[in-house]
């Protein structure tokens, strides 16, 4: 695609439910990421997959929060048993190669997670 | 480890103003890259400017220039001629060694006509 596409736009889930976000990355970026921005926020670091290597999933907060991705494909964050704290905007980024230091990342529109 | 530090929360500037945003990093790479992006109301991030760490000019995109100070570890950065669609929020980012993009807080910028 054109862009980093990301789904659905907006999630509204009751407490203790999984949801599932997914993440379309820029055709042939073998660099995606995962941020989590909360209302106001910065941009808090999740989880970075780079082509077919182990991911960096230093930056989950918490068991409840896995990624996956299959190749330089789609991703996706699932989140298990949501609590309220997790309502946020999930950020997906991928960028053409890494590691580079002079590529930026593309950002999808972010999925907006409520959790009531 | 590496850290963006954004100290002002908001920034007022009038139409056609040039405005300075404020940028300080801290990390142990000898090469890194730093980035500005800009978030309208609307939630995407754009990219803006991008800076390497042994580029010896200071970047310029169009109205966007990086005033880069390396042993001051500061990388600000300048809008000329403000417009009213710049009103948004501006975040600097650097990149190093762990190839995962580290993010400040933010600042607001607001334009006024």
């Known amino acids: 695609g054109a862009g980093v596409s990301q789904s659905p736009s907006n999630k509204v889930t009751e407490k203790g439910k999984d949801v599932e976000l997914r993440c379309d990355p820029i055709?042939?970026?073998?660099?995606l990421y995962w941020y989590r921005q909360r209302l106001g926020q910065g941009l808090e670091f999740l989880i970075y997959?780079?082509?077919?290597?182990?991911?960096?999933k230093s930056g989950l907060p918490s068991d409840r929060f896995s990624a996956e991705r299959t190749g330089e494909s789609v991703s996706t964050l699932t989140i298990q048993r949501t609590q309220q704290e997790d309502s946020a905007v999930y950020l997906c980024?991928?960028?053409?190669?890494?590691?580079?230091?002079?590529?930026?990342?593309?950002f999808g529109q972010g999925t907006r997670l409520t959790v009531v | 480890a590496q850290k963006i530090t954004q100290t002002q929360p908001g920034m007022f500037v009038q139409e056609k103003e040039a405005v300075t945003l404020d940028c300080t990093y801290d990390?142990?790479?000898?090469?890194?890259?730093l980035f500005w992006y800009k978030q309208p109301s609307s939630g995407e991030m754009i990219f803006l400017i991008y800076?390497?760490?042994?580029?010896?000019q200071n970047a310029t995109e169009g109205r966007y220039s990086l005033n880069f100070q390396k042993a001051r570890k500061s990388a600000n950065l300048v809008i000329s001629a403000s417009q009213l669609g710049d009103s948004a929020m501006y975040f600097c980012?650097?990149?190093?060694?762990?190839?995962?993009?580290?993010f400040g807080r933010g600042t607001s910028l607001i334009v006024h006509p």
């Open positions: 980024a991928s960028s053409l190669e890494g590691p580079g230091l002079n590529t930026e990342a593309f």
């Open positions: 800076q390497g760490s042994y580029d010896e």
């Open positions: 997959f780079q082509g077919n290597s182990a991911p960096d």
């Open positions: 990390t142990s790479d000898q090469s890194y890259g």
């Open positions: 055709s042939g970026h073998t660099a």
């Open positions: 980012a650097i990149l190093g060694g762990s190839y995962i993009p580290t």
